[in-house]
């Protein structure tokens, strides 16, 4: 499995890319997973789960004949790191991930100076690409505008994949 990011700070972008992103590389006839960060309380699961949960389960599995869901609380430990997360992703050719921003694995910073915040480039050796709509200096990289996702997804399927060790 090939791990590639998204990353870009709130706003700029990243969902939109990765929702157009997908398809193309489904097209393409690769098989895609994704794994977000967020710093928001993600609510996933029916009142069923929500339920199991209040009584003291730690985790919940759901199943149906089209798709599962694996929900784990993590009451009193720390967030687990996208090594842990792509450990928990078989199956597919890709990983997409969105956000971990400061994590080594590589990714297309998604970038929009209006949001008023640095771009990541420049600290950050693992952003191998960049997407804006603005000018900007690349710092070296190759540079897409953020609705060029045929030109984004060439980019990422030649892109050399990395070991789980190095995320």
Same mark, same amino acid.
């Given at each position: 499995m090939k791990i590639f990011g998204i990353a870009g700070w709130s706003g700029s972008g990243k969902t939109t890319l990765l929702i157009r992103l997908v398809p193309v590389l489904v097209r393409r006839g690769i098989e895609v997973a994704t794994v977000k960060h967020t710093h !928001? !309380?993600?609510?996933? *699961?029916? @009142?069923e789960s #929500? /339920? &199991?949960f209040a009584a003291g389960a730690t985790e919940v599995l759901a199943a149906s004949e089209r798709r599962f869901s694996l929900i784990h609380q993590l009451p009193g430990h720390d967030e687990p790191g996208l =090594? !842990?997360? /792509? *450990? &928990?992703?078989g199956g597919v050719d890709l990983l997409l991930v969105e956000g971990f921003k400061f994590a080594g694995h590589p990714k297309l910073e998604v970038w929009d100076p209006t949001l *008023?915040?640095?771009m990541l480039a420049p =600290?950050?050796?693992s952003v191998v690409a960049l997407a804006t709509d603005a000018q900007a200096d690349s710092h070296g990289r190759p540079v897409? #505008? #953020? @609705? @060029?996702v045929e030109a984004i997804a060439d980019f990422i399927l030649k892109h050399d994949p990395i070991a789980f060790g190095s995320c």
């Open positions: !928001h !309380h993600p609510a996933i *699961g029916d @009142d #929500r /339920a &199991l =090594e !842990h997360m /792509a *450990g &928990l992703v *008023g915040k640095p =600290e950050q050796p897409f #505008r #953020r @609705d @060029d």
